[in-house]
């Protein structure tokens, strides 16, 4: 191992565990759930004739993406890509609102679960880690608590940028969705001009009130616990984990917030079938 190495594992084990630090943070943060309710982003881009792109892969399994947010969140999500199409760019939604049976099978996903499977044994020098060590590493990346994860709230949103003179994508280092050492939006084994590309996107985003998760250079979210925490605002934040009924436009608080949508068991027997894969 040469010393890039180990400063990656360091690094990566250190992110990883700041990481952790605020997920406990996140579990106990207070929320004051205000009901608000949905906007679609493509019927809102397209009534304001601003370009934007959305991403057509499935979430997990055969679960399509859902492209809505907080109704005010969304009127700000149009207007960052109104400002990103007059710098010449297209912002891309790559993510939006997971229902808790959404984010239950992304977790388990297996390009997902094999990606922080394989980073963990990397981490531990090619040991296998324990169901317990695989929780607390892949709970950073996918939040397996409904408390902790900003997209069921519905106040979260995954991204990434293209230019709209020829399409290519405003490259950041990594496309979505990265899950190493190169992840946190600061990370020193990007590129300066890499970084320097997020930051500016971030700026764009942070303008508008949408706060970036250190550790994805993807996320944003905005008047939840994650931007609270980040913010350094104690007082309740008013978007919490919800049960969205597509029909009705009603959000509902999640009963059992607290409540892991994957137990360690079901971790454990993730980790055998991801084993099992990388044999094949």
């Known amino acids: 191992m040469n010393n890039d190495e180990a400063a990656r594992r360091a690094y990566w084990a250190e992110q990883m565990e700041q990481g952790y630090a605020i997920v406990q943070k996140l579990i106990e943060f207070p929320v004051n759930e205000c009901g608000e309710r949905f906007a679609s982003i493509p019927e809102a881009a397209a009534a304001a004739n601003v370009e934007m792109r959305f991403s057509t892969s499935k979430i997990a399994g055969d679960l399509d993406r859902v492209y809505f947010l907080r109704e005010s969140l969304v009127r ?14 297209i912002l891309k939604i790559e993510d939006g609102f997971r229902s808790l049976e959404m984010q239950r099978q992304l977790v388990r996903k297996p390009s997902v679960f094999d990606t922080v499977l394989k ?12 169901p317990e060590m695989m929780f607390r590493r892949a709970i950073v990346l996918t939040a397996n608590m409904p408390k ?16 709209r003179d020829d399409g290519t994508e405003v490259w950041r280092g990594y496309p979505y969705l990265e899950m190493s050492e190169c992840t946190p939006m600061r990370s020193p084994f990007v590129a300066p001009e890499h970084v320097a590309t997020r930051l500016e996107i971030c700026a764009m985003m942070e303008k508008h009130g949408f706060i970036h998760f250190p550790f994805e250079f993807w996320h944003f979210d905005k008047d939840d616990a994650g ?6 605002n104690p007082a309740p934040c008013r978007f919490g984990p919800v049960n969205w009924n597509p029909q009705t436009n009603e959000v509902t608080p999640v009963e059992n917030p607290l409540s892991l949508l994957n137990p360690l068991p079901v971790i454990e027997r993730e980790i055998a079938a991801a084993l099992e894969r990388a044999k094949n």
Not at 119 to 130: A, H, Q, S
Not at 227 to 232: A, D, N, Q, Y
């Open 148 to 163: 902790i994860g900003a997209h069921m709230s519905g106040s979260a949103i995954d991204i990434s940028v293209f230019r």
């Open 76 to 89: 700000d999500v149009i207007t960052i890509g109104r400002e990103m199409n007059d710098r010449g760019w």
């Open 119 to 130: 980073k963990t044994m990397w981490e531990l020098g090619g040991e296998i880690p324990t």
């Open 227 to 232: 931007m609270h925490i980040l913010t350094g």
